[in-house]
C-alpha cells in the first residue's frame, strides 16, 4: 500500500511536522477509515477513525484538513459533505478520481514526493479549521492488533500444536472469519458485532479483518479482556495467551492470509481445508470485493455465509450451486441470512459436522 505508507513516513518528517507548528497545529495527526485504515492499524499501529459508514462523520468533526483516497470504498459524495467544512479530498488513483477532488497521482517511483505533497496540502488548509466547528465526540478505544500469521504462530508459541489440541479437545471449536464491510440497508454494524458475540459464546475463535474491525473494536471485543465474553474453552485458551478472543488480522486483502492459516492447519493435521471446523462470514458486505472474497472461501473449501445474496437469484440454477451444488465439487457452499443471530446458529451447525467428520466432539 504505497499510498498510505508514503504518506504515514512524510507526516513524520520533521521538516512537515514543523512546517505545521508554524501554522499553528499542534503537529500532523494521521488516521485511518476503512481498508487502508485497517493495513496502517495492523502494520503501524496508527489508530482508526472509523469504518465505511463512518467516514462523513469524521469529516463532520471539523478536525479534518484532508482525506487521501486509495482506490476504492470511498463514496465520491464526500467530496460534497467536505465542502461543507474545509476538509479537501485527494484521488491518487487514475482508476478512482471523483469530481471535485484534487487529483496528485501516485506511481512507483514518485510515492515519497507525492506524499510530501499531499501532507503540505493539508497543513496549508490548517488556518481554515474554525475551531467553533469542531466536535470529536466520543472517547478512543483500546484495541489489540498486529495479528500477523508470523505473530499468532510465536503467540502460540512457535508452531499451531497448541490451537490443534484446543480444537482436538474443544476447547476451541473451530474459528470462523467475519470480514467485509457495512451496508445501508443494515442498522450500522449490528450484524458485525452479533454474529462475532454469538460465535465467541460458542468457543468459536473469530478473525476479523476490513470494517469489521472497526465495529468489533467499537464493541470492546479486541481487548484480551473481552474472553469474559467468551464460553469458557476460548475464554481459558486465549487468557492463558493473553490475546483477545476475536484477532484482528488486517485489511480485506489480508483475508488472503486467513486462507494461508487455514492451509497451514490442513497441512499440520493432514487434511482438506474443507474438513476443517471453520467458516468465513461478511454480514454486512456491500463491496463486489466482499463477494469475490467470498467466492475464493468457497472455492477453498470454507463454508461461507453473506447477510444478502449477490445478484445473481435471477437464475435458479446459478442460485442452486452456490447454496448447495458447489458442496459436492468443493467441498463448501454459501448461506445467506440476514439475521446474525440464526447465521451464528447456521455456522454452529457447519462447525459441528466438520467436527464430527474429524471423529471430534461436536
Ligand atoms: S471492501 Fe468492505 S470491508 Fe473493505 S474497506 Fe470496503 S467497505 Fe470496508
Redesign the pocket.
Same mark, same amino acid.
Given at each position: 500500500p504505497i499510498v498510505s505508507e508514503k504518506i504515514l513516513e512524510a507526516v513524520n518528517e520533521q521538516e512537515l511536522i514543523d512546517l505545521a507548528k508554524e501554522k499553528g497545529a499542534a503537529g500532523i495527526n494521521i488516521a485511518g477509515l476503512? !481498508?487502508t485504515g485497517n493495513e496502517l492499524m495492523m502494520r503501524k499501529g496508527i489508530p482508526m477513525a472509523g469504518?465505511?459508514l463512518m467516514t462523513e462523520l469524521a469529516i463532520i468533526t471539523g478536525a479534518v484538513e484532508l482525506i487521501v483516497v486509495d482506490y476504492?470504498?470511498i463514496m465520491p459524495s464526500l467530496v460534497q459533505v467536505g465542502n461543507c467544512y474545509h476538509t479537501k479530498m485527494i484521488t491518487t488513483a487514475d482508476k478512482a478520481r471523483f469530481t471535485g477532488a484534487d487529483h496528485v497521482k501516485f506511481e512507483m517511483h514518485n510515492g515519497m514526493e507525492q506524499a510530501r505533497k499531499v501532507v503540505k496540502m493539508a497543513i496549508e488548509r490548517y488556518s481554515m479549521r474554525n475551531p467553533d466547528r469542531v466536535e470529536i465526540p466520543g472517547e478512543p478505544v483500546d484495541i489489540m492488533t498486529g495479528f500477523s500469521n508470523e505473530a499468532l504462530l510465536e503467540a502460540f508459541g512457535g508452531s499451531l500444536t497448541p490451537l490443534i489440541d484446543a480444537i482436538k479437545a474443544g476447547k476451541v471449536r473451530g474459528a470462523v472469519g467475519i470480514v467485509? !464491510?457495512?451496508n445501508p440497508k443494515y442498522k450500522h454494524d449490528y450484524c458485525n458485532v452479533n454474529l462475532t458475540r454469538e460465535l465467541i459464546k460458542k468457543d468459536i475463535l473469530v478473525i476479523v479483518t476490513?470494517?469489521v474491525t472497526t465495529a468489533a473494536g467499537k464493541a470492546g471485543l479486541l481487548v484480551p479482556e473481552a474472553i469474559e465474553q467468551a464460553g469458557p474453552g476460548l475464554k481459558e485458551i486465549c487468557g492463558n495467551l493473553g490475546i483477545p478472543p476475536v484477532i484482528h488480522m488486517g485489511?480485506?486483502v489480508d483475508n488472503a492470509r486467513i486462507l494461508q492459516l487455514a492451509a497451514l492447519l490442513a497441512n499440520e493435521i493432514g487434511v482438506s481445508i474443507s474438513d476443517l471446523p471453520l467458516a468465513a462470514s461478511s454480514p454486512e458486505?456491500?463491496?463486489e470485493?466482499?463477494a469475490t472474497i467470498g467466492t475464493y472461501a468457497v472455492a477453498s473449501g470454507i463454508y461461507t455465509h453473506l447477510g444478502h445474496p449477490p445478484n445473481i437469484t435471477g437464475s435458479p440454477i446459478v442460485t442452486n450451486l452456490a447454496l448447495g451444488g458447489l458442496d459436492d465439487l468443493v467441498g463448501a457452499c454459501f448461506a445467506i441470512e440476514p439475521d446474525p443471530f440464526k447465521a451464528a446458529k447456521l455456522i454452529d451447525e457447519r462447525i459441528k459436522l466438520k467436527r464430527k467428520g474429524l471423529g471430534l466432539e461436536e
Open positions: 476503512c !481498508c469504518n465505511h476504492q470504498c467485509g !464491510c457495512n476490513g470494517c485489511s480485506c458486505w456491500y463491496s470485493k466482499a
